[in-house]
């Protein structure tokens, strides 16, 4: 059977929040900002793994790093999911793939960077991974989700769960 690993990529909130401090922002600024664009993935996350269905894991992570590598060790198919304020409306579902990225940290990698990781680690091709990414409107510090971004998010909800919902039939 297909096995399906979710996680929340965090690549995005990496990059403005790297943006915030050097616009002189405090750490707990950014840390508000980071929070609301969390709590909308974590919603995602929180609804399928409410779901129950077989052959699903979901791993729910603030940022990507090395160590998710290893969570794709005997997956088929990976969906990252994420929160971009470029994304067009009201998602995307696009494939990754491996790729090598200089980082002076091994903190915040992009889904692209934890399957190179995983290539680099095992030896072998990673599976199969899919990134969706839901637009959000407004990175603002203290913003809360606004309704299109709500909206953005159920259509990526049910994007998700007809993605999930194929392989776990």
Do not use: K, M
């Not at 664009?37 to 990507?64: G, H, K, M, W, Y």
């Amino acid at each position: 059977t297909e096995e399906l690993a979710q996680a929340a990529a965090g690549a995005d909130e990496a990059r403005w929040a790297w943006e915030l401090a050097r616009q002189g922002f405090r750490r707990e600024e950014i840390d508000a900002a980071t929070a609301a664009v969390q709590a909308a993935e974590a919603a995602l996350a929180a609804r399928l793994e409410a779901a129950c269905l077989p052959d699903v894991e979901v791993i729910s992570e603030f940022q990507l790093q090395v160590e998710n590598a290893l969570d794709l060790v005997g997956r088929d198919r990976v969906i990252f999911v994420d929160a971009g304020s470029n994304t067009p409306a009201p998602f995307e579902l696009r494939p990754v793939a491996a790729r090598q990225e200089f980082l002076h940290t091994s903190h915040a990698l992009s889904p692209e960077a934890v399957l190179a990781t995983y290539l680099r680690v095992t030896g072998t091709a990673p599976p199969a991974a899919w990134l969706l990414c839901g637009r959000g409107e407004s990175f603002a510090l203290g913003e809360t989700l606004s309704a299109d971004a709500t909206t953005n998010l159920e259509a990526a909800w049910l994007e998700l769960r007809r993605q999930v919902g194929a392989v776990s039939r």
